[in-house]
C-alpha cells in the first residue's frame, strides 16, 4: 500500500488520487533571482523522485512547477512583512533589467534541472504570464468577503479563514505574539498578519494596471492562481521545502479555499531542509553552493543527485565534500557493476538463487518506497542484490540469463533513481593487452614495470581491482 507524510494531518496516508491516471501535483518552484543553490535542488530533485515513483506504479501525472517572476519580496518568509522585490533587488545589483533578470537565471534553473536529470514537469508556468488569473482570484475572495481593499492593495483577512494555522500548527494568537515586532506596522492592514494578494505600487518596475490600483501580485497568490488554472481547484499533491509552509502554503490554502469553498490540496509533502554545517543553507546566510560550483570542484551533478536519494527526505541532509565523494564512488561502483554484467564470459550455470534475490530485490524496493519514499532502505536493498551477484560472478556460479536479468532489474530501478544511465566505455584489445603485461611484470617481481603500466591505465581513466576471477579494469567514470 503506498503511503506519504501528509504535512497537515501529521500522519502517513494511504495515497488515494482523485484520478490515478492523472495524479495532480504542484510543486513550488524557483525564484528567479539568482542561481539556484543545492538546497533548492534538493526540493526538486525531492518533487522528481516522486513524480517518477508515481509513474513507476503506473499512476499517470499531472505536474506543475512555477517560475516565480514576479512578487517574492525580500522577508516574504518571515511573516507578512513587505520588503523589496528580489527580482529587482537583483536586477539593480547587476545592472541589467527585471526582465534580463528572469530570463537569465530560469535558463539557468532550466539547465541545472537537466544536469541533474529532473524529469520535465508538464507545464512550467511563469508568474508574470498569469497576471489575470491572479486578479480573477482576489476579486472572488473579495466577492467571498476574505479579502479587502486598502488605499489600492488588496489584502486577505486571516481572521476571517477558519482554518487559517493548521497546515503549520500556528494560531493566529500564537502567531501575533510569535510574530510581535518582526511584522512591520502597516496602517493600511486590518490585522499585522494579513497578508498581499495585490501591492498597490505603481514605481514598481514589474507593474500591472487591476481594478485596485496599479502595481503587482502577491507571492503566495501565484501559487493559488497557477494550481487552480492547470490543475483544477483541488489538487492531490503540492510540495515544497519546509520552509514554504509557513507562511506561503498556510497562505496559499487560505486563498484557494476561500475563492472556491473546496479543499484544495490532498497530500501536502514538504522536503527538509539540506544544511550546511547544520544550519539551513540559505542566500542570506551566504553558506550555500550552487550546482556550478559542485562541478567546479570536479563533482558530477548526478553524484549531487544520488546524494539527496541516499538520505530520506524528511531528514534534514548534511552536506560535506565528503558525503558528496562518497556519493559518487557509489555510482562508479554501480556502473562499474552494471558494464561487469555485460562484460564477463558466460559460464553458462543458471543460478536460481539470483532469480530469487532479483524477487526479493524488487519486493523490497517497492515495499520501501510505498512506505513514504524510504530510498535509503531501497538503496540498502539494491546494494544487496550487487553483492550477491558479485559474489556469483567471483564463483563462476552464473549463465548469462542471470546476468542479464539482473542488468534489467537495475536499469527498472533507475527509472526512479535516474543515475545509472552511461555510456559504456568499451575495454579495448589495447586495454587488455595492457593489464596483461602488467600481470606478467608482477608475476616477474618487476614492480617498477607493474606500476609503471598501473600508472598509464590510471591515466586512460581505468583502475586496476583485483577480484577472485583475477584483476579486472574498472573505470573510473564521468558521466
Ligand atoms: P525559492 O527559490 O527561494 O522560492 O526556493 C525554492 C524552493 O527551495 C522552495 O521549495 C524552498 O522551500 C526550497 N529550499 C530553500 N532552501 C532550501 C534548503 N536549504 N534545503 C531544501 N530546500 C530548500
Ligand atoms: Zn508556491
Not at 324 to 336: P, Q, R, V
Amino acid at each position: 500500500m503506498l503511503k506519504f507524510y501528509n504535512t497537515l494531518t501529521k500522519e502517513k496516508e494511504e495515497f488515494k488520487p482523485l484520478d490515478p491516471t492523472q495524479v495532480k501535483i504542484y510543486n513550488c518552484g524557483p525564484t528567479v533571482y539568482d542561481y539556484a543553490h543545492i538546497g533548492n535542488l534538493r526540493s526538486y530533485v525531492f518533487a522528481d523522485l516522486l513524480r517518477r515513483y508515481l509513474k513507476y506504479k503506473d499512476f499517470g501525472i499531472k505536474q506543475i512547477m512555477n517560475i516565480t517572476d514576479v512578487g517574492h519580496m525580500v522577508g516574504d518568509e518571515d511573516a507578512s512583512k513587505t520588503g523589496e522585490d528580489k527580482m529587482e533587488k537583483a536586477a539593480k545589483k547587476e545592472g541589467k533589467t527585471v526582465w534580463d533578470i528572469a530570463n537569465f537565471y530560469t535558463k539557468a534553473f532550466l539547465e541545472d534541472s537537466k544536469k541533474m536529470n529532473i524529469e520535465e514537469p508538464e507545464a512550467r508556468p511563469k508568474a508574470t504570464e498569469e497576471i489575470n488569473e491572479m486578479m480573477d482570484l482576489v476579486q472572488k475572495l473579495i466577492t467571498n468577503g476574505f479579502a479587502y481593499i486598502s488605499n489600492g492593495s488588496v489584502y486577505f483577512d486571516i481572521t476571517k479563514f477558519k482554518h487559517y494555522g493548521e497546515l503549520s500548527g500556528n494560531t493566529i494568537e500564537n502567531l501575533k505574539t510569535g510574530a510581535g515586532g518582526r511584522v512591520n506596522n502597516n496602517p493600511d492592514k486590518k490585522n499585522q498578519l494579513d497578508f498581499a494578494l495585490w501591492v498597490n505600487n505603481p514605481e514598481h518596475v514589474m507593474k500591472w494596471k487591476s481594478p485596485w490600483s496599479e502595481g503587482y501580485p502577491g507571492w503566495h497568490l501565484e501559487c493559488s492562481a497557477m494550481a487552480n488554472k492547470y490543475l483544477g481547484e483541488t489538487i492531490d499533491i503540492h510540495t515544497g521545502g519546509e520552509d514554504n509552509i509557513f507562511p506561503h502554503h498556510e497562505s496559499e490554502i487560505a486563498q484557494s479555499e476561500g475563492a472556491n469553498g473546496k479543499p484544495f490540496v490532498k497530500y501536502w509533502m514538504h522536503t527538509r531542509h539540506l544544511l550546511v554545517n547544520n544550519e539551513k543553507m540559505s542566500k542570506s546566510k551566504g553558506n550555500f553552493y550552487t550546482l556550478r560550483d559542485i562541478e567546479g570542484k570536479g563533482f558530477s551533478p548526478k553524484a549531487l543527485r544520488y546524494l539527496f536519494l541516499s538520505a530520506h527526505y524528511r531528514t534534514p541532509l548534511n552536506f560535506t565534500e565528503e558525503n558528496l565523494k562518497a556519493a559518487e564512488n557509489t555510482i562508479n561502483n554501480m556502473i562499474n557493476f552494471l558494464d561487469r554484467l555485460e562484460d564477463v564470459e558466460d559460464v553458462d550455470k543458471y543460478n536460481e538463487t539470483i532469480d530469487e534475490k532479483i524477487n526479493e530485490t524488487e519486493k523490497k524496493f517497492e515495499e520501501n518506497l510505498d512506505d513514504d519514499l524510504n530510498m535509503p532502505e531501497a538503496l540498502a536493498a539494491i546494494f544487496d542484490l550487487v553483492s550477491f551477484v558479485n559474489k556469483a560472478i567471483d564463483d563462476k556460479e552464473y549463465s548469462t540469463e542471470n546476468l542479464t536479468k539482473t542488468h534489467e532489474t537495475l536499469m527498472k530501478f533507475d527509472k526512479v533513481l535516474g543515475v545509472l544511465e552511461h555510456d559504456k566505455i568499451e575495454i579495448t584489445e589495447e586495454l587488455k593487452e595492457l593489464l596483461g603485461q602488467r600481470e606478467s611484470a608482477r608475476n616477474d617481481k618487476d614492480f617498477k614495470l607493474a606500476d609503471e603500466i598501473r600508472d598509464q591505465l590510471k591515466d586512460k581513466g581505468f583502475v586496476i581491482e583485483d577480484s577472485l576471477s583475477g584483476p579486472r579494469l574498472k573505470k573510473s567514470l564521468k558521466f
